[in-house]
C-alpha cells in the first residue's frame, strides 16, 4: 500500500461510482492507470466491493436499535458479515467479547419496520437468536476520527 493506492481508497470511499479520470485525477494518474490500480486493489482483496451509503435522515429512518446476535456452528466473521449484508437496516455490525457474537446498530422507518428487519436478521443462517433494545434517545455521538 503505497500513497496512490491510498487516494484511489479515499476517493472510491467519498464516492463508489468515481470514473476512472476522477480517480486517476484523484491520484495523479491517468484514467487506464487508475483502472489498472484499482482493479489490483480490488484482486489482492484489499478493496471487497463498492456499496450505496444510505442517509438514514433523508430516508426517515430515525428507529434505532442495537441488536446481540448469537449464532450457531461458530461462523467466521466474513460468513457472519456476508451473511447480514443483505439486511439494508444493519448500518454497522461487529464481533464482539462475551456471551454475544455479534452486536448489530439497526436504523428503521418504524417499529413495525424494524421488527420485520430484526426478522430477517433472525431468518439468517447461522443465526441462531437475537436480543435487542431500543434507543430511546441518544445522550452523546461524536464522529469518527
Known amino acids: 500500500m503505497d500513497p496512490i493506492d491510498e487516494a484511489i481508497i479515499r476517493c472510491v470511499q467519498q464516492n463508489a461510482r468515481a470514473t476512472y479520470a476522477e480517480i486517476g485525477k484523484a491520484a495523479n494518474l ?3 492507470t487508475a483502472k489498472r490500480r484499482l482493479d489490483r486493489l480490488v484482486g489482492t482483496g484489499a478493496i471487497r466491493g463498492f456499496t450505496a451509503v444510505l442517509d438514514p435522515q433523508v430516508l426517515a429512518w430515525r428507529t434505532e436499535a442495537f441488536v446481540e ?10 460468513e457472519l458479515r456476508r451473511a447480514l449484508e443483505g439486511v439494508p437496516e444493519v448500518v454497522e455490525a461487529c464481533t464482539v467479547s462475551g456471551a454475544a457474537d455479534a452486536v448489530l446498530h439497526l436504523l428503521a ?6 421488527e ?9 443462517e ?3 437468536r437475537t436480543e435487542s433494545v431500543v ?5 452523546i455521538k461524536r464522529p469518527h476520527l
Not at 135 to 139: A, G, N, Y
Open 116 to 124: 420485520q428487519a430484526i426478522q430477517r436478521v433472525r431468518a439468517t
Open 109 to 114: 422507518e418504524s417499529i413495525t419496520h424494524l
Open 135 to 139: 434507543v430511546l434517545s441518544r445522550l
Open 69 to 78: 446476535v448469537y449464532c450457531r456452528d461458530n461462523p467466521t466473521p466474513a
Open 126 to 128: 447461522p443465526v441462531e
Open 30 to 32: 491517468s484514467a487506464s
